[in-house]
Nanobody, 123 residues
Framework: QVQLVESEGGLVQAGGSLRLSCTVS????????IGWFRQAPGKERELVAV???YYVDSVKGRFTISRDSSKNTVYLQMNSLKPEDTAVYYC?????????????????????WGQGTQVTVSS
C-alpha cells in the first residue's frame, strides 16, 4: 500500500522560511514522478515543484525540492515566503518515468496523494 505522509506546516511571517517533508512508503518512484502541489482557497490545485528539479515560475529561486532516497523522503524548502504562498500543500506521486511539464502539472495524473498540510504566510 502506497502512503505519502507530509510533515506539519505552520504559520510564518512574510520573508520567513519553512521546510516540508514527505515520506513515501510502499513503492519507489522516479524523481520525475514525485511532486509538491498546493491549493489556496477558491483556487485550483497547482504544481509547485517536481523532484527532478522542475519548478513553476512563481517559486523559482525561492523554493528548493530535494530528495533523500535513504529515508524515502522528499523535502520542500521554502524561503522568502509571501502571503500568496498561503495554501494547503500536498505531496503527490505517480508511476512511470515519462515526463513532460504538461504531464507534471496535471493533478489527475497522480494517483497517490498525501493528506495535505496548511502553510499560512502572514503579511
Amino acid at each position: 500500500q502506497v502512503q505519502l505522509v507530509e510533515s506539519e506546516g505552520g504559520l510564518v511571517q512574510a520573508g520567513g522560511s519553512l521546510r516540508l517533508s514527505c515520506t513515501v512508503s510502499g513503492r519507489t518512484f522516479a524523481s520525475s514522478g514525485i511532486g509538491w502541489f498546493r491549493q489556496a482557497p477558491g483556487k485550483e490545485r497547482e504544481l509547485v515543484a517536481v523532484a527532478n528539479g522542475y519548478y513553476v515560475d512563481s517559486v523559482k529561486g525561492r523554493f528548493t525540492i530535494s530528495r533523500d532516497s535513504s529515508k524515502n523522503t522528499v523535502y520542500l524548502q521554502m524561503n522568502s515566503l509571501k502571503p500568496e504562498d498561503t495554501a494547503v500543500y500536498y505531496c503527490a506521486a505517480r508511476d512511470g518515468r515519462s515526463w513532460s511539464a504538461q504531464m507534471a502539472r496535471t493533478p489527475s495524473n497522480y494517483p497517490y496523494w498525501g493528506q495535505g498540510t496548511q502553510v499560512t504566510v502572514s503579511s
